[in-house]
């Protein structure tokens, strides 16, 4: 199976600050990698998918990129309704998500 | 508008069963890969099973396999997850969704509870 390590496990951070996440694979899963956030009772959003690639309809400040074993979520300038918790998913193989991430408004 | 509706959650004792169900409207069902995904409360994302548009392929994470069992009606526009032998540790909020280069749609959720 193939790990997903994602840190840090939460960060706290002021309104407009640039807020990066990163997710490294245990094995190269090319750019099989996607990014959800995931807001408390809620399901989880598609934000990223192909390591890069914005879904439709999500605010241009989230991005991704990366490839191979090392990948990394920017918010480029937070915000206070982005306070969720952020997944990476691998889909090279079997899928498998990261630990998550946890943001907080400092 | 694609809706992904689950249903079949409750309190199961631990060895019991349940037949979770994910009701599909929106968008052509029998083209797409759907998946179901559980979180344990206070947990992170895990993925349990996918199927294949027509059902000829199956895969299952290794904590379920031989106990779970993932299936579809394309007629009826339904995803299922029969999950026998439960454990308490399968107790999660369960998750279908549709499955084309991440997981795009996602229901609502339902409750599986294993508790004597």
């Known amino acids: 199976d193939i790990q997903m390590t994602q840190s840090p496990s939460s960060l706290s951070a002021s309104v407009g600050d640039r807020v990066t996440i990163t997710c490294q694979a245990s094995?190269?899963?090319?750019?099989?990698l996607n990014w959800y956030q995931q807001k408390p009772g809620k399901a989880p959003k598609l934000l990223i998918y192909?390591?890069?690639n914005l879904e439709t309809g999500v605010p241009s400040r989230f991005s991704g990129s990366g490839s191979g074993t090392d990948f990394t979520f920017t918010i480029s300038s937070l915000q206070p309704e982005d306070i969720a918790t952020y997944y990476c998913q691998q889909y090279d193989n079997l899928p498998t998500f990261g630990g998550g991430t946890k943001v907080e408004i400092k | 508008e694609v809706q992904l509706v689950e249903s079949g959650g409750g309190l199961v004792q631990p060895g019991g069963s349940l037949r979770l169900s994910c009701a599909a409207s929106g968008f052509t069902f029998s083209s797409y890969w759907m998946s179901w995904v559980r979180q344990a409360p206070g947990k992170g994302l895990e993925w349990v099973a996918n199927?294949?548009?027509?059902?000829?392929?199956?895969y299952y994470v290794d904590s379920v396999k031989g106990r779970f069992t993932i299936s579809r009606d394309n007629a009826k526009n339904s995803l299922y997850l029969q999950m026998n032998s439960l454990r308490a540790e399968d107790t999660a909020v369960y998750y279908c969704?549709?499955?084309?280069?991440?997981?795009?749609?996602w229901g609502q959720g339902t409750l599986v509870t294993v508790s004597s």
């Open positions: 199927i294949k548009q027509d059902g000829s392929e199956k």
């Open positions: 192909d390591a890069s």
């Open positions: 094995q190269d899963i090319s750019n099989y």
């Open positions: 969704a549709r499955d084309l280069s991440g997981y795009g749609y």
